[in-house]
């Protein structure tokens, strides 16, 4: 059973969003560096990015007369990642323009200054939403992205990296 551990307890501090074309080398822990393909995606809006497992688990199947359990449906995962591009760039319009490409995403966070890294990688990545951008004398032109997950080559749709 684990123990009560504050060193397991985080906030991310700070971290950076990076994005490469499908197909590119995934890292396989926290110490391996980026395959070079990886571009920094820039300043995000301080709402930072969400992660959504999206996890359905269906009813199970049950028998009658008694109402036993025959079957349990097995869960499916429709992962989503939600964040809020700053920085008016062609890499940040890049998301939008073009909506069919597939990427692999990383994202690197730490709970403190000076602590481990920690890494999300999203194997296989694309856009399902955009929201809207403002165009006033007020507010941020942000580009604001939902993107779906899907199984990659790797066999994996997504994978938390930890020290």
């Not at 730490?110 to 929201?131: E, M, P, Y």
Request: proline fraction near 6%; aromatic fraction near 10%; charge should be negative.
């Amino acid at each position: 059973m684990a123990e009560f551990s504050t060193s397991s307890v985080l906030q991310a501090y700070d971290g950076a969003l990076y994005a490469a074309p499908y197909g590119t080398a995934l890292p396989d822990d926290i110490a391996t560096a980026l395959d070079a393909a990886f571009v920094v995606q820039g300043w995000i809006t301080e709402d930072g990015l969400t992660f959504s497992p999206n996890l359905d688990a269906p009813d199970a199947i049950k028998g009658w007369p008694r109402g036993e359990t025959l079957l349990q449906p097995a869960a499916t995962l429709s992962p989503e990642f939600g964040f809020t591009l700053a920085q008016h760039d062609s890499d940040a319009l890049d998301w939008i323009v073009d909506p069919s490409r597939e990427m692999s995403l990383v994202l690197e966070y730490r709970a403190t200054a000076g602590s481990a890294l920690h890494r999300l990688v999203l194997a296989k990545a694309k856009i399902t939403d955009a929201g809207e951008m403002a165009f006033n004398t007020e507010d941020l032109i942000g580009v604001e992205i939902t993107v779906g997950c899907s199984v990659g080559d790797d066999g994996f749709t997504f994978a938390f990296l930890i020290p």
